[in-house]
Nanobody
Framework: QVKLVESGGGVVHAGGSLRRSCIAS????????MSWYRQAPGKKRELVAG????????EYGDAVKGRFTIDRDDAQNTVYLQMNLLKPDDTAVYYC??????????WGQGTQVTVSE
């Protein structure tokens, strides 16, 4: 059974930090590109950060560049998202995402992050 279990969401003041974790099970984690997406109320889901498996190529959404960092620990089947200098505009539901470069895509359950003024 495939699972992506997220943790580390919550409420934080503007300028603060959060570290998100996503623990994967039920598939070969090292063979998947891992990403974080987010969706704010009334907006489309957007890419926050993505990390490929083999070459470590990383992509960040324009809104988070220089503030957020994605990394992964294949030994622990875990992908992380370090979020610094948080802004109210970062308020959204954040989703962990796994893709095998083919037809298989998995989503985490989504976790709310709220940044207050």
């Amino acid at each position: 059974q495939v699972k992506l279990v997220e943790s580390g969401g919550g409420v934080v003041h503007a300028g603060g930090s959060l570290r998100r974790s996503c623990i994967a099970s039920g598939f070969e984690f090292s063979g998947y590109a891992m990403s974080w997406y987010r969706q704010a109320p009334g907006k489309k889901r957007e890419l926050v950060a993505g990390l490929r498996r083999a070459d470590g190529d990383i992509e960040y959404g324009d809104a988070v560049k220089g503030r957020f960092t994605i990394d992964r620990d294949d030994a622990q089947n875990t992908v992380y998202l370090q979020m610094n200098l948080l802004k109210p505009d970062d308020t959204a539901v954040y989703y962990c995402h796994a893709w095998n470069y083919g037809p298989l895509i998995y989503w985490g359950q989504g976790t709310q992050v709220t940044v207050s003024e």
